[in-house]
């Protein structure tokens, strides 16, 4: 008996030694902890801190074969069960390494780094909402500053104004704390403050460059608001020190797909469905990247697979709808309308599965019932938006009063002289992409994207007026001297520049609701080109109607909504002509279809571009496209579409109310 206390001793001293090892000299470690298990074979500790070492020293395969059984026979030991989460993850196994950390926070809720790479995990497999409570629990559980506890609380909680006094009080108080510092930069990232977001991470870098979780924040911040080039740059910084991180890699794919890279992107994505080849929405965004670089038949195979693996993902549906020359065969029609017979099916999949329906039925030239889809659809789409028409109309009633010929004239010439940029706005659904093809298919053009940047510019000044409707946007233009706004066509052409691959001239920015924006551009840029494309507006607003978009484009959920839209469209370009006569080219779609060879001659010759016959052949451009429309103009133009608003003519009642004046003097606008 008298021994048993001293062997006691030597087993825990040895534990303590192993552990220390661990952070300086896993090889010791590992040799430290087989010993320990010759003496006391399956010790648990001992067993932990041998799968450890062997991960440490870069064999992680050989680490699961003393954690797997451990966390078998020690099913509740939280310790256990994240690091063969750890493990799992570095072994690409990712969907087994969620399931052993969410048995971990199960276990024991306050294991903060758990919670941290279960959301690394989540957001890699597309789970933003799970991901989002993830993170928030690791900002709780690893805070230990106890005046800290409160305001994590509120933040993991969502009472975001609580948080936001709690924190600011505390940084008052202690001006240099970087947690209190991170956690106030989430609280304005969620209340759309991305420039202060921006500038309380950048600050919180300065102070701790080793803040890792600091700077992944600072470079969704970045990516969020189009900085894509330094949002690499800090992505690229964290992925040198932890390359296999799920969530790093999800995010360095979607900036590069943004930026046109496609097959780099393209292959993130291949690594990552082989980590989590359960995945529904991986393989769906896995589907979209193969959709924008023009595989088609690699895409749809892609959404069905996500499909398989998750039959009321209605958004996977609706990817295979929106791809426009797809048809669902009539098993697929039937899986559909079961799921939509579901009591517990969220109302983003309800929504998806009835504009796909919308799809499908009217394939089927089943038009009462497709309406009756289309309807519902966005009816609960709507319920989620905050638009209002009316605050549309008056910032378009603030820009015909600022943007009179006086003050135009004044700032001619001001701006960036750069003629690169060809715009081509309008609504969407209008043929813009049509005429983008048509553009990219010359020598001297390249075809982007629908780029965010002059938007971007937009919310800068409104957030330097104060942000408010009323007294912000377009009024602050007034106040920006000529240096300012060469500065600000500068700053596009500067943030465009990763857009770019070829050495071509031009280049075009398809963004269609740059038409609310058509007077800072004829500042910034007064060399650049504007094309308004414009389509008949009940084909239009129907078109947009019974799309769902991936984002934005909240006026299209309602036909009286998409009805004004279009009309405050009209009259501000109207007015457009009349005080900048010859500055925007309008390409009418239905006249397109009619004469395409005319009509693409006016295009070029506004453009300053020789005739290419290759532009007639557009559809054999290769190019990736990202819109709705990518597949329809990889087909010579068509007439299928120019009429086909009229079969759902009965129910477009409320649209032709809001349109007005609007629609009986198309082609031409009213006078206004």
């Known amino acids: 008996m008298t021994g048993a206390p001293d062997a006691v001793g030597t087993l825990d001293v040895a534990l303590g030694h192993a552990g ?23 010790h648990p500790l001992a067993t932990l801190f041998l799968g450890i070492a062997q991960r440490q020293l870069g064999d992680p395969e050989g680490a699961l074969q003393f954690l797997e059984p451990l966390c078998k026979a020690q099913p509740g030991w939280a310790p256990a069960h994240y690091e063969l989460g750890v493990t799992l993850g570095r072994v690409g196994r990712g969907d087994d390494a969620v399931q052993a950390l969410r048995r971990a926070v199960k276990i024991k809720p306050d294991v903060g780094d758990a919670w941290r ?58 001006p240099t704390d970087v947690a209190a510092i991170r956690m106030f930069a989430e609280v304005a ?36 608001e189009n900085r894509i080039e330094e949002a690499l740059a800090q992505i690229d910084q964290l992925l040198a020190e932890d390359p296999r991180n799920p969530s790093y890699r999800n995010l360095k794919a979607a900036m590069l797909n943004r930026i046109g890279e496609y097959e780099q992107s393209l292959a993130i994505y291949e690594q990552v469905l082989a980590e989590y080849p359960q995945q529904a929405k991986v393989w769906m965004s896995y589907g979209h990247a193969l959709k924008t670089a023009g595989r088609n038949a690699d895409s749809i ?57 919308g799809k499908a039925c009217e394939d089927a030239r089943d038009f009462a019932r497709s309406f009756a889809h289309y309807a519902e659809g966005n009816r609960l789409r709507r319920l989620g938006i905050d638009y209002s028409a009316d605050r549309t109309t008056a910032r378009v009633r603030r820009s015909r009063a600022l943007f009179t010929p006086e003050f135009l004239a004044e700032r001619a010439g001001a701006g960036a002289p750069g003629a690169d940029p060809i715009f081509i706005v309008g609504l969407p659904r209008a043929g813009s992409t049509l005429i983008e093809q048509i553009l990219a298919s010359h020598s ?46 500068e700053r596009y052409l500067r943030q465009t520049r990763i857009q770019r691959k070829t050495g071509a001239p031009f280049f075009i920015d398809k963004m269609p609701n740059n038409w609310a924006h058509v007077g800072l551009i004829s500042l910034i840029l007064p060399n650049a080109k504007i094309i308004d494309a414009r389509r008949h507006p009940l084909s239009c607003c129907f078109s947009g109607f019974k799309q769902h978009f991936a984002r934005g484009q909240h006026f299209s959920y309602s036909l009286e909504d998409i009805g004004r839209y ?26 397109m279809i009619d004469d395409t060879e005319a009509e693409v001659r006016r295009l070029l010759d506004y453009c300053g ?62 006078r206004i």
């Open 566 to 591: 279009y009309r405050d469209y009209v009259e501000l370009l109207a007015h457009f002509d009349a005080v900048l006569p010859g500055r925007i080219h309008r390409v009418i779609y239905e006249q």
């Open 20 to 42: 220390k090892l661990l952070q300086s000299d896993p090889a010791l470690a590992r040799e430290q902890a087989r010993e320990i298990l010759k003496a006391a074979p399956n």
């Open 189 to 224: 990232a969620r209340l759309g403050r991305l420039r202060d977001a921006e500038v309380l991470l950048a600050r919180c870098l300065e102070l701790a460059p080793g803040f890792k979780a600091a700077r992944h924040n600072y470079a969704l911040v970045l990516h969020r």
């Open 117 to 174: 790479l279960l959301g690394d995990h989540l957001t890699a497999m597309g789970d933003a909402t799970g991901a989002d409570a993830a993170y928030a629990n690791h900002v709780r559980t690893s805070t230990r500053d106890p005046r800290l506890l409160a305001p994590a609380a509120a933040l993991c909680d969502n009472r975001i104004p609580e948080a936001e006094a709690l924190l600011r009080e505390h940084l008052k108080q202690f």
């Open 609 to 670: 571009l020789p005739f290419e016959a290759g532009c007639l052949r557009f559809y054999e451009n290769e190019r990736a496209v990202r819109t709705a429309s990518s597949e329809q103009v990889r087909q010579p133009i068509f007439r299928d579409a120019v009429e086909h608003w009229r079969n759902f003519e009965p129910w477009l009642g409320p649209v032709k109310e809001a349109l007005g004046p609007v629609l009986e003097a198309y082609p031409n606008a009213p």
């Open 444 to 489: 001297q053009v390249e075809g982007t994207m629908e780029l965010p940047d002059v938007t971007a510019i937009v919310k800068s000044l409104a957030d330097r007026a104060g942000g408010g409707d009323a007294d912000g946007y377009p009024g602050i233009i007034a106040t920006l001297g000529r240096d300012e706004l060469r500065e600000l066509g």
């Open 301 to 357: 195979e892609a959404y069905r697979r996500s499909i398989e693996l998750s039959p009321q993902l209605g958004e996977s549906y609706w990817s295979l709808a929106n791809l426009k020359t797809f048809r669902f065969s009539p098993q697929e029609i039937e899986a559909m309308q079961a799921q939509l017979a579901r009591d517990d099916l969220t109302d983003e999949d309800r929504f998806h599965f009835h504009f796909s329906l």
